[in-house]
T-cell receptor, first 114, second 109 residues
């Protein structure tokens, strides 16, 4: 079955540590996205990538980094510079950015930093 | 700035009909999406509107008026499993999705 996987589902870290969230898709989609979801707020875009070896900052990229070395994979690193990293992180992919193509989401990773 | 407004919470009765409204102000418009999200889970796609009018898909319908910056999601014959948050998202001139905070729908027996 095609889909998007994110691991782990729950992640706990101490303040000051970097942590990498994985995202893998086997849908053969070109575009991939990372969002952050906080209670009472809409999803906010962290980074997106339209093609391998290329990615752009979203609205809240500070304190985060990504790589896109393979079409299937788009890992997100939450660095110690991110001031409020505790959140629900969602990875998504789509065929492209335009047209009637919806974004497909992975199950999410809930990160707690104490 | 860009803004998507939806009611925070709505309550409806099993078997009834409910309409969830979404108003938007964005820099450009390249389509509007509705997603369903159960608590702690990923959003799943429900509908897409790019032209004015009504799109029907089973028990769910979505309406768009671009001149009014307005959309609604209509859910008929409500079932308990429809209890979820419903997210409205607009694709702007940069082809990025701008998301509303979501409407939590509570279904009562």
């Amino acid at each position: 079955d095609g889909g998007i996987t994110q691991s782990p589902k729950y992640l706990f870290r101490k303040e000051g540590q970097n942590v990498t969230l994985s995202c893998e898709q086997n849908l053969n989609h070109d575009a991939m996205y990372w969002y952050r979801q906080d209670p009472g707020q809409g999803l906010r875009l962290i980074y997106y990538s339209q093609i391998v070896n290329d990615f752009q900052k979203g609205d809240i990229a500070e304190g985060y980094s990504v790589s896109r070395e393979k079409k299937e994979s788009f890992p997100l690193t939450v660095t110690s510079a991110q001031k409020n990293p505790t959140a629900f992180y969602l990875c998504a992919s789509s065929i492209g950015q335009g047209g009637p193509y919806e974004q497909y989401f992975g199950p999410g990773t809930r990160l707690t930093v104490t | 700035g860009q803004n998507i407004d939806q009611p925070t919470e709505m309550t409806a009765t099993e078997g009834a009909i409910v309409q969830i409204n979404c108003t938007y102000q964005t820099s450009g418009f390249n389509g509007l999406f509705w997603y369903q999200q159960h608590a702690g889970e990923a959003p799943t796609f429900l509908s897409y509107n790019v032209l004015d009018g009504l799109e029907e898909k089973g028990r769910f319908s979505s309406f768009l008026s671009r001149s009014k910056g307005y959309s609604y999601l209509l859910l008929k014959e409500l079932q308990m499993k429809d209890s979820a948050s419903y997210l409205c998202a607009v694709r702007d001139s940069n082809y990025q999705l701008i998301w509303g905070a979501g409407t939590k729908l509570i279904i009562k027996p």
